[in-house]
């Protein structure tokens, strides 16, 4: 994948995610947080009791990284934050003890907030995968945690390698000189004989 595709596709995250927390969001401001009639239709669960806490945006409008306030939750509570205010129902699904949402309601936003927090927090691998950095990152990590003695090891290895290459190297030296001198002798002895000197 090149770096503009990554960028693209970081993009198109950041986008998904912001605005399904926005649904989200607009859910808790309009129907959840909202003492609704009973004529409100399926919105209306005889909700009462403290305002659910908004889930924080990790974006602004444009995309760009922004802090959570201290009255909104993140992704790391905001399943337990919002079970706080989780109601007991009836048959007809209406709460009977004080809260803002039904178990069934819940469960959804939980699902989506799971889906935008997967978004935003895999955003950041896809661009290492742009531009290869987690392949360095991994390696590094393998290095450092399952392989540390992996430098010395290796060291030694090419050292033993090159004591080898140095032996067969000398080695074959070697055995040129003794051919060498075997071949002169041979030739002397011939040579000897040949002559006939004593």
């Known amino acids: 994948m090149d770096n503009e595709t990554a960028q693209e596709t970081l993009k198109a995250t950041k986008q998904t995610s912001f605005y399904v927390i926005n649904v989200v969001n607009k859910f808790i401001i ?3 947080n909202r003492d609704l009639p009973p ?3 399926i919105l209306y669960v005889n909700q009462s009791g403290p305002p ?8 602004y409008p444009d995309l760009t990284e922004r802090d959570c306030s201290h009255a909104e939750v993140n992704f790391g509570n905001v399943a337990q934050e919002w079970r706080k205010h989780v109601c007991e129902v009836s048959d007809e699904g209406l709460c009977i003890t004080q809260g803002r949402l039904t178990p069934k309601i819940c469960d959804q936003m939980t699902v989506a907030v799971n889906i935008s927090y997967s978004l935003y927090s895999s955003g950041e691998f896809l661009v290492q995968l742009g531009d290869c950095s987690f392949v360095l990152k991994t390696f590094s990590e393998i290095n450092e945690n399952y392989c540390p003695d992996l430098r010395r090891y290796s060291f030694w290895t090419y050292v033993g390698l090159r004591i080898v290459a140095t ?3 000398c080695a074959t030296v070697l055995w040129m000189v003794y051919s060498r001198e075997r071949r002169i002798r041979v030739f002397t002895k011939e040579l000897t004989e040949q002559n006939h000197f004593p």
């Open 30 to 32: 309009e129907a959840s």
């Open 39 to 41: 004529d409100a239709g």
């Open 52 to 59: 659910v806490p908004l889930l924080c945006n990790p974006y």
């Open 167 to 169: 032996s067969v190297m």
